[in-house]
């Protein structure tokens, strides 16, 4: 069975902080992908980025990066210069890449409720 | 569409009676999958279809949940004698090979 960690509950920061969001997984398979969304409070959730875990490559996306390490079963995201908007729950996730019927079945983590405050 | 679409947006209901929730999924995409969030924070998987079949049903309660995706029809998730319990918002996401989903605005279900 698989299971995402987001030990942070709640996160609070002010406006142009750096802030980052701790994500931790365990599987037992050796292809699955990581996901992070955003889930504001419209309440719709947003995807971010997908990761393969054969990818473990960092990635930069605007003010958000991403910090993937196998070794600690880690996938990190971090918002560079924090905005109000940025306030929101912020989800990880993981499916398994393998085959079988549970192939794609998305298993969250808890969520981390981010607020940035100006 | 471009986008997933879930109707109704609230779904108000007394204990017992029936609730029918429905996804039209991105056009092109073959997997549908159902999720239910509670106490704001926690998913739970429902129901995965590639296509019309059912893919993955193991997060169903059976006894009461029923789902549905039908050629050229939006699929529909249905509650059967609705509880208190089942309480939730409940999000619809599409995929076009399983692996991302992109996720409908979900559908708010108040169980009085």
């Known amino acids: 069975a698989q299971k995402v960690t987001q030990a942070q509950t709640e996160i609070s920061v002010v406006e142009k902080e750096d802030v980052t969001l701790d994500c931790v997984y365990e599987?037992?398979?050796?292809?699955?992908?990581l996901f992070w969304y955003k889930q504001p409070p419209s309440g719709e959730l947003v995807f971010l980025i997908r990761?393969?875990?054969?990818?473990?490559q960092n990635e930069i996306s605007g003010r958000y990066s991403w910090n993937f390490q196998k070794s600690t079963s880690s996938f990190n995201f971090t918002i560079t210069a924090s905005q109000v908007v940025d306030s929101a729950v912020y989800f990880c996730?993981?499916?398994?890449?393998?085959?079988?019927?549970?192939?794609?079945?998305?298993?969250f983590g808890q969520g981390t409720i981010l607020t940035v405050h100006p | 569409g471009e986008e997933v679409a879930q109707t109704p947006k609230h779904l108000v209901r007394g204990e017992g009676q029936k609730a029918k929730l429905y996804c039209a999924p991105i056009k092109g995409h073959s997997y549908v999958f159902w999720y239910q969030q509670v106490l704001k924070n926690e998913f739970k998987f429902l129901i995965s279809?590639?296509?019309?079949?059912?893919?993955?049903e193991t997060g169903m309660p059976k006894e009461r949940f029923s789902a549905k995706c039908l050629p050229n029809s939006p699929c529909s998730l249905e509650i059967q004698a609705t509880k208190l319990e089942d309480s939730a918002v409940y999000f619809c996401?599409?995929?076009?090979?399983?692996?991302?989903?992109?996720f409908g605005p979900g559908t708010r279900l108040l169980v009085l």
């Open positions: 599987t037992r398979d050796t292809t699955y992908y």
């Open positions: 990761r393969n875990s054969f990818d473990e």
């Open positions: 279809f590639q296509n019309e079949n059912v893919f993955d």
């Open positions: 996401a599409s995929s076009q090979s399983g692996k991302t989903q992109y």
């Open positions: 996730a993981l499916s398994i890449n393998a085959g079988g019927t549970s192939y794609g079945k998305l298993t």
